[in-house]
C-alpha cells in the first residue's frame, strides 16, 4: 500500500469509526452563532403516480422548515444540473460532482407513489462530499398529511447535521374569529401556516387552548352555554369533557407535567386566583391567591416552580414562586404592565409581555428575574408569547389597530417570520408539545 | 513517505479526528434521542438504511360537548350585545373601582331591581382592547362584581343578580381611540 493510500484510509476510517465511539459526527454546532451556512439542493421530487402538485410542494415545506434555523441555505433550483429519476432510489447513484459544482454540500431526493388512497414518499439525504447517504425515510400516509412527512424529514435533516432532534411536526393552537363569523372558534396550524384544522365550532367564545403535556388533549375556555367553563378535548378520538365548572370567570394556564392535573385561573366570589383541578375526579385546591387578581400560571419543566401574574403591585406584574411555599419574587422589571408567562421548556428563560411606550413588546428574563432582555417588538402591539418545546423559537401575536396576526421568532431573535395571517382577533397562541 | 512516517502521520489523524469529533459532540446542549440509523460505510448507500413510518389521517374534529338548545342558544347569544333599559357604567383604564359619575346610573338600577321583586339581572364586565385577553377577562370579571357589590350596598338582593366578564372580546365601539376605549371599559346591566 502506498504512504498516500494508508494516509487516505487512515482518515477514511477516522470519519467512519467516530459512529463506533459513541459520537457521531455533526456538521454544523447549532448553538453558533452567525456561521457560515450550510448549503443545500433540494431538487423537485419525483412524482411516479400521484398528485404533480407534490413534486415542487415537498421541496417548499422541506425549504421553510430549514429556513427557521438560519443554519441552513437552499441553492436555487435554476442551478440544478441533475434532473432526478427513480433510479436515484434503486441502484443510480446521484452525480455527486453535478452538486458540488454548484455549491450544494448536501442534496435532498424525494419520491412520491400513490398507493390506493394513500401515497409512499421516500426521502433521502446525501452528503455531496462524501458522496454518501446521512438519512432515509419511507412515509406512507394519506395524501392530505403530505406535509407532516416533509416536517417529519426535516426533523431528520437537522438531526443528521446537528445532533439536535427538530422540532418542525409541532403545531400551534389559537384562537380566532372565523371569516364572516362571530365570538371566537379554537384552531390548531402547522409551523407553515398548512394544515389548519378547526378544533370548535359552536359560534360563541372559545378561548385561550392549552397543550396536554402528551400533546393529546387540549384545554379551553367555552361560553357555548352561555356561562364560561373549561372543557378537555381531546383531538386524538374528538372526545371531550368538562373540567373546571366552580367558581365564575375561568381560563386554563397549563397542565401539571405529568399531566394529571390542570392549574387554572378561576374567579370565586369576585376574587380570581390559581387552582389545581385534578383531572381524575374534579378535585381542587388554591395554589395561588391573593386579595388581587393572581392569573395565567406557566410551571417551569419539572414542575417545581411557577410563573404568574398577579396585580398585587396596583398593575399586573410576574412573579416566580416554589409551588407548595409561600413567598415568590417580582421577575418582571420592564413596564407598569406585564402579564402572560410562558416558562420555556428548556427550563432557562420566561418569556412575557409588558407595555413600555405606550405598546406591548415580548421580553424574556431568567427565572431568577435577572437577564431581561427585549426578543421582540414593533409598530403595534406583541402579546401573549409560547416558546416551542425545545425553547429555540417563540409564537406570539402581533397586533396593530384591529389587524392581528400569528408570528414566530426564534429565541435568539435573529430570525422571525409571520405564521398566520387572515382571521380576525387571532389570539392565545400556544405551541404544542413534541410528538411521540 | 516511510511507511513509520506514514503511520506516525495516520495516527495523528486518526487522533485529531476523533478529538474533533468528540469536541463536537460536547458542544450538543440539547440531548437528542437514538441516533438515526446510520448510513452504511462511506461511498455506499443501502437501502436498508431508509426507514419505514406510517403517518396516520388525523382524528375527525369531534362535535364537542353535547348541550341542550336552550344552553346553545344562549352560548351563540353570547356575542351579541343585548339591549339595556340602563346605561352602561363605565371604568378607568385597567381599574375597577366604581366612579362618581357611575352612582347615578346605579342608584337607578337598584330602584328598578327593588321594586319589581322577581326581577333578576345579569351584569357584563368588558374591557378596552389593550392589554392581553386573559388578563382582561380577570378585570371584566372584577368590573361586574364592583357593580354587584354596589348594587347590594344599596339593598338589592344578592340571588338577583349575577356576573359574567366578557374581557376585551365584546368591544361596544370598534374604534381604535381614546374615545372608543372609554365606552368599552364597561359595565352592561341585562334583565334576563
Known amino acids: ?436 | 513517505m516511510s511507511n513509520a512516517r506514514v503511520w506516525k502521520w495516520g495516527v495523528l489523524v486518526l487522533a485529531v479526528a476523533m478529538v474533533f469529533s468528540l469536541g463536537c459532540a460536547k458542544k450538543q446542549t440539547v440531548t437528542s434521542e437514538a441516533p438515526a440509523p446510520s448510513a452504511a460505510a462511506a461511498g455506499k448507500e443501502s437501502p436498508a438504511g431508509v426507514k419505514s413510518e406510517a403517518i396516520k389521517s388525523e382524528a375527525a374534529p369531534g362535535a364537542g360537548t353535547k348541550v341542550a338548545a336552550a344552553e346553545a342558544a344562549a352560548g351563540m347569544a353570547a356575542t351579541e350585545e343585548k339591549a339595556s333599559l340602563f346605561q352602561d357604567i363605565r371604568f378607568d383604564f385597567d381599574k375597577s373601582f366604581i366612579r362618581d359619575d357611575a352612582k347615578p346610573t346605579l342608584a337607578k338600577v337598584a330602584e328598578y331591581m327593588k321594586k319589581n321583586a322577581g326581577a333578576k339581572l345579569s351584569i357584563e364586565g368588558h374591557c378596552d382592547e389593550r392589554g392581553t385577553s386573559e388578563y382582561n377577562m380577570a378585570l371584566g370579571d372584577r368590573r361586574a362584581d364592583s357593580a354587584r357589590k354596589y348594587l347590594a350596598s344599596l339593598g338589592v338582593s344578592g340571588g338577583a343578580l349575577s356576573t359574567v366578564s366578557f374581557g376585551k372580546e365584546k368591544p361596544l365601539d370598534p374604534g381604535h381611540n381614546e374615545e372608543a376605549w372609554a365606552k368599552n371599559r364597561r359595565a352592561h346591566f341585562v334583565l334576563k
Open chain 1, 1 to 436: 500500500m502506498t504512504g498516500r493510500g494508508c494516509a487516505a484510509l487512515l482518515i477514511a476510517l477516522a470519519v467512519v469509526l467516530s459512529p463506533v465511539t459513541g459520537s457521531a459526527i455533526f456538521y454544523i454546532d447549532i448553538n453558533a452563532p452567525g456561521g457560515k451556512r450550510m448549503p443545500v439542493a433540494i431538487p423537485a421530487f419525483v412524482v411516479e403516480s400521484g398528485d404533480r402538485k407534490l413534486s415542487e410542494d415537498f421541496p417548499k415545506v422541506i425549504a421553510g422548515d430549514l429556513a427557521m434555523t438560519a443554519l441552513f441555505e437552499v441553492v436555487p433550483s435554476d442551478a440544478y444540473l441533475e434532473r432526478i429519476v427513480p433510479g436515484h432510489f434503486a441502484d443510480r447513484p446521484l452525480s455527486f460532482p453535478d452538486w458540488k459544482m454548484i455549491g450544494a454540500e448536501a442534496v435532498v431526493i424525494g419520491k412520491v407513489e400513490a398507493r390506493g388512497d394513500q401515497i409512499a414518499v421516500e426521502m433521502r439525504l446525501y452528503d455531496s462530499t462524501l458522496g454518501r447517504m446521512m438519512a432515509g425515510r419511507r412515509y406512507t400516509g394519506p395524501p392530505h398529511r403530505f406535509r407532516k412527512m416533509a416536517h417529519k424529514f426535516a426533523n431528520e435533516i437537522l438531526y443528521a447535521f446537528t445532533g439536535v432532534r427538530g422540532i418542525f411536526d409541532t403545531e400551534v393552537a389559537f384562537s380566532a374569529t372565523p371569516e364572516k363569523g362571530r365570538g371566537k372558534e379554537i384552531y390548531v396550524v402547522g409551523l407553515d401556516g398548512g394544515d389548519l384544522r378547526k378544533v370548535t365550532e359552536n359560534r360563541s367564545y372559545n378561548l385561550f387552548p392549552r397543550w396536554s403535556p402528551d400533546g393529546d388533549s387540549l384545554a379551553y375556555t367555552s361560553y357555548r352555554t352561555g356561562v364560561p367553563v373549561i372543557y378537555l378535548r381531546n383531538l386524538q378520538d374528538g372526545s371531550e369533557r368538562a373540567v373546571v365548572q366552580f367558581g365564575n370567570t375561568k381560563s386554563p394556564g397549563c397542565f401539571s407535567p405529568d399531566g394529571n392535573s390542570l392549574y387554572a385561573s378561576v374567579s370565586v366570589k369576585g376574587d380570581t386566583d390559581i387552582y389545581r383541578v385534578r383531572f381524575n375526579n374534579s378535585s381542587y385546591e388554591k395554589v395561588v391567591e391573593g386579595w388581587g387578581i393572581e392569573i395565567s400560571p406557566s410551571v417551569s419543566p419539572d414542575g417545581r416552580k411557577m410563573a404568574f401574574v398577579s396585580s398585587r403591585s396596583g398593575s399586573p406584574q410576574v412573579y416566580v414562586k416554589e409551588i407548595g411555599s409561600s413567598g415568590d419574587r417580582r421577575i418582571s422589571h420592564a413596564g407598569s404592565y406585564s402579564t402572560s408567562p410562558s416558562w420555556s421548556p428548556a427550563g432557562d428563560r420566561i418569556a412575557f409581555t409588558s407595555m413600555t411606550g405606550g405598546k406591548f413588546s415580548i421580553y424574556t428574563v431568567r427565572p431568577d428575574g435577572n437577564g431581561q432582555q427585549l426578543l421582540a417588538s414593533g409598530d403595534g402591539d406583541c402579546a401573549d408569547p409560547s416558546y416551542s418545546p425545545d425553547g429555540r423559537y417563540v409564537v406570539y401575536t402581533f397586533q396593530k389597530k384591529g389587524y392581528s396576526v400569528l408570528k414566530i421568532i426564534s429565541a435568539d431573535g435573529r430570525w422571525g417570520k409571520t405564521l398566520f395571517s387572515g382571521f380576525s382577533g387571532v389570539g392565545s397562541p400556544a405551541w404544542s408539545p413534541r410528538n411521540k
